[in-house]
């Protein structure tokens, strides 16, 4: 029983904690897209596992590469006349777990997500710059099914155990989502990306009696929606440790770092050369993200958990609007 409950645990960290985002962007976005799946770190049971999540995450500050921008900045040393004051982000993720065998689960995460954006826009020569929000856009996020293959499972004298598999980020989001203009919005507040987007992951995990961690790499590959419009493919290394001073208590801390590459627009139906985050060349880069959180499991099969992370360190292409920080909190129980 202790094995099983030990492949458990790693079999839903390894699955669960790569959860895709429902589109690829650039690494301020992509922050709150790779954590709402941390209720994964908690065992599945026999057979099934369902968790809830909670992410919330608020953009705002720039960067030109790996220097910080004023929008005065910004105003001074560009022609944009549309430029993004702050962006929130809310996501509601349902996670189901299955495992047809010890060696073989397969998962399904299906998030429900909320943006709003605050704008600064410029009204022409003489009359100054306006602020301005567009409305709330929300709806059914991109669909993430994946399957994971145990390698090396734990035995009486290893508790490390290593996992491999591999998945898909499926167009069931609206990615056809217009303003008030009758033009598309921005491609990254769309609930959904528009593509079929394979993803492979790698994932090893030891279980001590109070500490543990994993670590795991993954990949999602982005292919061109049916509107032209590509998001930048994503890389993915993460690190995750947890002391617990406590039986039912434990503290994590976490690293993870990100290369997203550069969106494109191929018929320019997303692209608007005045509006600093509709044009394509103010997509992708790199990211060093940290991150802390607790864990609690009350007796039975539950896990509760709350994660606070924030941004080391980032270069970005071209200018962008940044995460300042992120907040993910999420429940999970198996049976």
């Not at 495992?99 to 709003?116: D, M």
């Not at 528009?194 to 590959?221: H, M, N, T």
Request: proline share 6%; aromatic share 10%.
């Amino acid at each position: 029983m202790k094995i099983n409950f030990r492949i458990a645990l790693l079999l839903s960290a390894a699955l669960l904690l790569i959860s895709v985002p429902s589109r690829a962007s650039s690494p301020c976005c992509e922050s709150a897209g790779s954590d709402h799946a941390e209720a994964g770190n908690t065992a599945i049971g026999d057979r099934f596992l369902m968790g809830l999540s909670y992410s919330y995450s608020l953009m705002e500050g720039y960067r030109e590469g790996a220097e910080s921008l004023s929008i005065g900045d910004i105003r001074e040393k560009t022609d944009y006349t549309v430029i993004p004051v702050d962006m929130e982000m809310e996501r509601y993720t349902l996670s189901a777990g299955y495992k047809p065998n010890p060696r073989t689960p397969v998962s399904v995460a299906v998030p429900y997500v909320r943006y709003t954006m605050a704008m600064s826009l410029d009204r022409g020569p003489g009359l100054g710059w306006e602020e301005t929000e567009m409305d709330p856009v929300s709806g059914l996020g991109d669909i993430v099914l994946r399957s994971g293959y145990v390698i090396s499972p734990p035995s009486e004298t290893d508790n490390g155990s290593l996992t491999v598999g591999a998945g898909v980020k499926t167009p069931s989001g609206d990615y056809r989502k217009k303003g008030s203009s009758g033009n598309f919005i921005h491609a990254h507040m769309q609930p959904g990306s528009g593509s079929w987007d394979p993803l492979a992951f790698i994932a090893y995990g030891r279980e001590g009696e109070k500490v543990s961690f994993d670590l795991s790499a993954s990949y999602q590959y982005a292919t061109r929606n049916p509107e032209g419009y590509r998001f930048g493919s994503v890389a993915s290394l993460k690190a995750t440790g947890r002391y617990y001073p406590l039986r039912r208590l434990g503290i994590s801390g976490g690293l993870e770092f990100l290369d997203v590459g550069k969106a494109s627009d191929r018929d320019g139906k997303y692209t608007n050369p005045a509006s600093l985050i509709d044009d394509t060349a103010n997509t992708g880069g790199d990211a060093l993200w940290g991150s802390a959180g607790l864990e609690l499991s009350p007796p039975g099969s539950a896990n509760v958990s709350l994660k606070f992370q924030f941004p080391l360190w980032e270069r970005v292409n071209g200018i962008q609007l940044v995460t300042k920080y992120g907040l993910v909190a999420s429940f999970s129980a198996s049976f």
